[in-house]
């Protein structure tokens, strides 16, 4: 069973905070990371995706995989509270099957 | 192409009665994803397509679940004798078959099965 595991969280952080999200997953050969926010009752969209080691940066979002770690994180700088959401992370193996973890709550606090 | 669109968005039906849901993707995506959300819950992978061949199927999709997408554009989900059980959100996705490639989401089908 291929696994993509998440904290639940709830995760709350202040206004203008970093908030750190992390993900680990299973299949060592994953090969695709996807960061998907997801507000309540609305659809999964597309924040960030990421293929290789190292940090990517996106605005107000970096991406980091560790594929040795089997580790992948999304960082939100300076925070906002239109930022409180499900953030779920997402892999494709070689297969090119996508997974989904349980995902993380960020509450940001005005 | 205005993205992944599902139909209908709100179904409520009885138990024991069938439904079907639709879903058309992104007209040049070729691979089509169902997933089952519940509350609190990431998305669960039922099953996929690559063009009109059913490639995978979840061992958590019992028989009462069939998908089919019959000429590699839309595709229909349907169970069979609903039980309460499958009240959830039920998520069409799409993509391209490359591996560095996202999905992309429609707006989802709300059952709820009384």
């Known amino acids: 069973q291929k696994e993509v595991e998440q904290n639940s969280g709830p995760l709350s952080v202040p206004e203008g905070a970093i908030a750190s999200l992390n993900c680990t997953y299973s299949?060592?050969?994953?090969?695709?990371f996807f960061w998907y926010r997801q507000y309540s009752g609305k659809s999964p969209e597309l924040i960030m995706s990421?293929?290789?080691?190292g940090d990517k940066e996106d605005g107000r979002f970096t991406a980091q995989l560790n594929k040795a770690s089997q580790y992948v994180s999304l960082l939100i700088r300076d925070s906002q509270p239109s930022d409180s959401a499900t953030y779920l992370c997402?892999?494709?193996?070689?297969?090119?099957?996508?997974?989904f973890g349980a995902g993380t709550r960020l509450t940001v606090k005005p | 192409d205005t993205g992944v669109s599902q139909d209908p968005r709100h179904k409520i039906t009885k138990r024991g009665q069938n439904v079907t849901f639709r879903c058309d993707p992104i007209?040049?995506?070729?691979?089509l994803y169902w997933y089952r959300q519940t509350l609190g819950q990431g998305p669960e992978f039922l099953t996929y397509?690559?063009?009109?061949?059913?490639?995978?199927k979840s061992r958590l999709l019992s028989d009462r679940f069939s998908a089919e997408r019959p000429k590699g554009s839309f595709s229909t989900l349907e169970i069979q004798r609903t039980e309460q059980g499958d009240s959830a959100m039920y998520l069409c996705?799409?993509?391209?078959?490359?591996?560095?490639?996202?999905?992309?989401f429609g707006q989802g089908t709300r059952l709820t099965v009384v």
């Open positions: 299949d060592r050969v994953s090969q695709s």
């Open positions: 007209s040049e995506h070729n691979r």
């Open positions: 997402a892999v494709k193996d070689n297969n090119n099957d996508m997974r």
């Open positions: 397509f690559q063009n009109e061949a059913q490639l995978e």
């Open positions: 990421i293929y290789s080691n």
């Open positions: 996705a799409s993509s391209l078959e490359y591996r560095n490639t996202e999905a992309f």
